[in-house]
């Protein structure tokens, strides 16, 4: 009997069939297992914000369509510049200081021991892990202009009160503070992750070159988390930008609108006042600030990853 053979030219179209049939049974297999995320995606982020749009094209009574009017309503308020520049200047001194403190935690928790880095970690993590909610009412407590636990204790070494909620320069200072305790320990353990992926190998090498250890920051540490500190702080401004549960427990906009944010100002305007229209304005205002700076940051995380590479 004669038995067929298969030459090497015929065998390998054969085998890349078989690779691209399997390239497409596992390309289904990853749709069928994202498909849950995408559908929670389209129901809780893609529908409310074109929802959002088309309310935002309609009258206050939602009975007629009005275009940009709303738009237009807005820019020329002086109170809704004001929570503009507010918003901006919250969020970004809040991601410094977040930032820059979490950096510096990293840090040390880096240089310490293995046994002390778990205990101390946690530690660190309890104003991340607790609902802000709850947080933030401890912090009013303490802010409180008729029994602050802060003016009590500037009360004891002869100082006087403080008005911490009671005074625009102070009510934004608080508020950025609690956002920046809240939040620093998110810089902090995305930071030391990027810390222990960097080999130590880079930093026996400068040593033997005889960098000092601001030059081993510089050098060697900043390159090799240029990545993860922009995607940490593009992802910490949007959350800031979007915060609300602070400002509304601490001073619900006041004093005199002076704290609004973007999302309290969207809830006063929209809820309280009943003109849901123009609330979806103010609150979609902000996708386009933060749109800009999301595709400068990931072409950048894409142009330094492709140089990496």
């Known amino acids: 009997m004669s038995q067929a053979v298969i030459s090497p030219a015929s065998a390998v179209p054969q085998r890349q069939g078989a690779m691209r049939r399997l390239a497409r049974r596992n390309s289904t297999t990853a749709f069928l297992l ?3 995320l995408i559908l929670l995606i389209l129901g809780l982020v893609v529908y409310p914000f074109l929802y959002a749009l088309y309310l935002s094209m309609l009258n ?10 709303n738009f237009t309503f807005l820019f020329s308020r002086e109170t809704f510049w004001n929570v503009v520049f507010q918003s901006v200047v919250f969020a970004v001194s ?3 200081l977040k930032a820059l403190i979490g950096f510096v935690l990293a840090h040390v928790l880096h240089a310490l021991p293995a046994k002390g880095q778990r205990k101390w970690r946690g530690m660190l993590l309890v104003p991340w892990v607790i609902p802000p909610a709850i947080s933030t009412l ?5 802010f409180d202009p008729s029994y602050s636990a802060f003016n009590w204790a500037l009360a004891g070494i002869g100082v006087d009160p403080v008005p911490w909620l009671g005074a625009t320069g102070w009510a934004r200072f608080s508020v950025i503070l609690v956002n920046v ?6 810089f902090m353990i995305m930071y030391l992750a990027a810390l222990k992926s960097v080999p130590d190998q880079l930093y026996e090498a400068a040593a033997i070159d005889g960098a000092s250890a601001w030059q081993k920051l510089r050098f060697v540490t900043f390159p090799m988390m240029r990545n993860i500190i922009s995607i940490t ?3 910490s401004l949007i959350v800031t930008f979007a915060n609300f549960d602070i400002v509304r427990i601490l001073t619900n906009g006041g004093p005199q609108d002076s704290t609004h944010v973007f999302a309290t100002y969207a809830f006063q305007v929209g809820i309280q006042s009943g003109d849901i229209p123009l609330g979806a304005s103010v609150s979609l205002f902000m996708f386009p600030l933060l749109a800009v700076f999301a595709v400068l ?4 995380v894409n142009k330094r990853t492709k140089e990496m590479s």
Request: no cysteine; charged share 15%; proline share 6%.
């Open 60 to 69: 206050k009574r939602q009975t007629r369509f009005i275009g940009i009017e």
């Open 233 to 235: 702080v593009l992802f």
């Open 138 to 142: 401890a912090w009013w407590w303490l």
């Open 94 to 96: 809040a991601v410094l």
């Open 181 to 186: 305790w809240y939040g620093a320990p998110f």
């Open 297 to 300: 940051t990931l072409r950048g």
């Open 34 to 36: 994202t498909l849950p």
